[in-house]
């Protein structure tokens, strides 16, 4: 279903101007059907895109008045697929928030905040390509070459200096904007000669995702589960486990502190309570 996405973009796909064939697997009837449903899935992203744009909820009747139509016995699979599409490619999650009148919103999947600013371009929203960036440099040992990363992206079909429908000249957002930004870091390799550069991830990363959010946003890419990469899983768990002890001794600090302060105020005063705040995920 990406493809059918990309190709919704840049131009319709080529036709068969000869006829039918013989080899086709699927009857004409049967072909037309799938390549309907494939559209409406198409669709029903650039309508959740824009909603996502605009920072309104939607529902599932809204859904199947403006987009699905005449394809309502269909809509799990739309949806469904449509759902995969948002998340795989621009990092976005349909999140149920009312039940009882099937209503949704759509969020970040992995906390990253760069693409809930308004864009005056009104470029898609890159959070599923950044991840994907994360997720090279995780594997590879928390830095990865230039040409690792180019070489994934390739597979990709994003390509240094071609402009793409989503993410637009690859290499100035990889090696300027995510720079200037603080989601990567972008260096020479020591040593190298000649110059050979590498990612690393950057502050903002560290802060806004985290290396399990990553791994179960790639295990997802690959319809498996974090643990089916055991390498990485018990580094991301090494992870958690030291911001979990970090942010405890932040609170007990703070509590320590609270409480030294309260012999500094008269008897009458009560100190404000401390709260720590915990900004590392905004995600389920």
Same mark, same amino acid.
């Given at each position: 279903m990406?493809?059918?996405?990309?190709?919704s973009?840049e131009?319709?796909?080529?036709? +068969?101007?000869?006829?039918?064939?013989?080899?086709?697997?699927?009857?004409?009837?049967?072909?037309?059907?799938?390549?309907?449903?494939?559209?409406?899935?198409?669709?029903?992203?650039?309508?959740?895109?824009?909603?996502?744009?605009?920072?309104?909820p939607?529902?599932?009747?809204e859904?199947?008045?403006s987009?699905?139509?005449?394809?309502?016995k269909?809509y799990?699979?739309?949806?469904?697929?449509a759902? +995969?599409?948002?998340?795989? &490619?621009?990092?976005?999650d349909?999140?149920e928030?009312?039940?009882?009148?099937?209503?949704y919103?759509?969020?970040?999947?992995?906390?990253?905040?760069?693409?809930?600013?308004p864009?005056?371009?009104?470029s898609?929203?890159k959070?599923?390509?950044?991840?994907?960036?994360?997720?090279?440099?995780?594997?590879?040992?928390?830095?990865?070459?230039?040409?690792?990363?180019?070489?994934?992206?390739?597979?990709?079909?994003?390509?240094?200096?071609?402009?793409?429908?989503i993410?637009?000249?690859?290499?100035?957002?990889?090696?300027?904007?995510w720079?200037?930004?603080?989601?990567?870091?972008?260096?020479?390799v020591?040593?190298?000669?000649?110059?050979c550069?590498?990612?690393?991830?950057?502050?903002?990363?560290?802060?806004?995702?985290?290396?399990?959010?990553?791994?179960?946003?790639?295990?997802?890419?690959?319809?498996?589960?974090?643990?089916?990469?055991? &390498?990485?899983?018990?580094?991301?768990?090494?992870?958690?486990?030291?911001?979990?002890?970090?942010?405890?001794a932040?609170?007990? +600090?703070?509590t320590?502190?609270a409480?030294?302060?309260?012999?500094?105020?008269?008897?009458?005063?009560?100190p404000?309570?401390?709260?720590?705040?915990?900004?590392?995920?905004?995600?389920?």
């Open positions: 990406a493809s059918a996405l990309f190709e973009e131009g319709p796909r080529c036709q +068969d101007v000869e006829g039918p064939s013989s080899s086709r697997a699927l009857p004409e009837a049967e072909s037309s059907l799938e390549n309907e449903i494939e559209g409406k899935v198409v669709d029903l992203v650039h309508f959740l895109l824009h909603k996502y744009r605009v920072k309104e939607t529902t599932k009747e859904m199947l008045s987009v699905i139509q005449n394809y309502q269909y799990p699979e739309i949806f469904s697929e759902s +995969d599409c948002l998340l795989l &490619l621009f990092g976005i349909i999140k928030i009312d039940p009882a009148s099937n209503s919103v759509l969020v970040t999947r992995l906390g990253l905040a760069f693409d809930k600013i864009s005056v371009d009104d898609m929203p959070s599923g390509l950044l991840v994907i960036v994360l997720g090279v440099i995780l594997m590879e040992g928390n830095h990865a070459t230039e040409e690792v990363v180019w070489k994934v992206l390739n597979m990709m079909g994003v390509f240094e200096g071609i402009e793409h429908v993410c637009g000249e690859p290499r100035r957002l990889l090696t300027e904007k720079v200037q930004e603080n989601y990567l870091e972008y260096r020479q020591a040593g190298s000669d000649p110059a550069y590498e990612f690393l991830w950057g502050p903002r990363a560290h802060a806004e995702t985290s290396k399990m959010k990553v791994l179960e946003y790639l295990a997802k890419v690959y319809g498996s589960n974090p643990t089916a990469f055991p &390498l990485w899983y018990e580094e991301a768990l090494r992870e958690e486990e030291e911001r979990a002890q970090a942010t405890m932040i609170a007990d +600090d703070s320590a502190m409480t030294q302060l309260q012999f500094l105020v008269p008897p009458a005063a009560s404000a309570p401390s709260r720590v705040r915990q900004f590392l995920r905004c995600v389920v």
